[in-house]
T-cell receptor, first 112, second 114 residues
Framework: KAGVTQTPRYLIKTRGQQVTLSCSPI?????VSWYQQTPGQGLQFLFE???????NKGNFPGRFSGRQFSNSRSEMNVSTLELGDSALYLC???????????FGSGTQLSVL | SQQGEEDPQALSIQEGENATMNCSYK?????LQWYRQNSGRGLVHLIL?????REKHSGRLRVTLDTSKKSSSLLITASRAADTASYFC??????????????FGKGTLLTVNP
């Protein structure tokens, strides 16, 4: 089985722009979670999707949004980018809630 | 705020030695998980221990859980240079359904010197 695939691997944007990150979960996994990782704050939960519905959302501003498609693929969008949005964005999938997470390699976003 | 906090923040040992990392958390849990991350990459699941378990083994890994102290430890025996990575504990804070999420600590950076 293919693992969790995140694209792109690296992204450079300027302040004020918007960005869309993509995540393809492992086949059969219906739950997709997103995390932001920074040196200062560590890993912080962004949101979780299950069967195209957002089940839970972390403490992030409304500029951060996401969605999940019928094939379980997920995207997250950050609008009006700020310098502090520079981070590694990780996507993870799991077949059932409470089980282990399978992570992608992440998208390294740099905001200049 | 972080649910889990690892200790120490950094650990440097020689190949062949054992490495012990600790994790403390704040609220009750259903399970606790340990993950490993090589620099700038995704996390890899190592082991999951349920709240009703006290100890679990997987290869060279041994995890203990003390729910009365809200703490867990990860022991890596006979370490190798390839074990160099950051190690994170993650807890579910007894959440479930629409409230479920895993909360990660800030991690322990383990360096194993050849």
């Amino acid at each position: 089985k293919a693992g969790v695939t995140q694209t792109p691997r690296y992204l450079i944007k300027t302040r004020g722009q918007q960005v869309t990150l993509s995540c393809s979960p492992i086949s059969g996994h219906r739950s997709v979670s997103w995390y932001q990782q920074t040196p200062g704050q560590g890993l912080q939960f962004l949101f979780e999707y299950f069967s195209e519905t957002q089940r839970n959302k972390g403490n992030f501003p409304g500029r951060f949004s996401g969605r999940q498609f019928s094939n379980s693929r997920s995207e997250m969008n950050v609008s009006t980018l700020e310098l502090g949005d520079s981070a590694l964005y990780l996507c993870a999938s799991t077949p059932v809630q409470g089980a282990k997470l399978f992570f992608g390699s992440g998208t390294q976003l740099s905001v200049l | 705020s972080q649910q889990g906090e690892e200790d120490p923040q950094a650990l440097s040992i020689q190949e062949g030695e054992n490495a012990t990392m600790n994790c403390s958390y704040k609220t009750s849990i259903n399970n606790l998980q340990w993950y490993r991350q090589n620099s700038g990459r995704g996390l890899v699941h190592l082991i999951l221990i349920r709240s009703n378990e006290r100890e679990k083994h997987s290869g060279r890994l041994r995890v203990t859980l003390d729910t009365s102290k809200k703490s867990s430890s990860l022991l890596i025996t006979a370490s190798r240079a390839a074990d160099t990575a950051s190690y994170f504990c993650a807890t579910d804070g007894n959440s479930g359904g629409s409230n479920y999420k895993l909360t990660f600590g800030k991690g322990t950076l383990l360096t194993v010197n050849p």
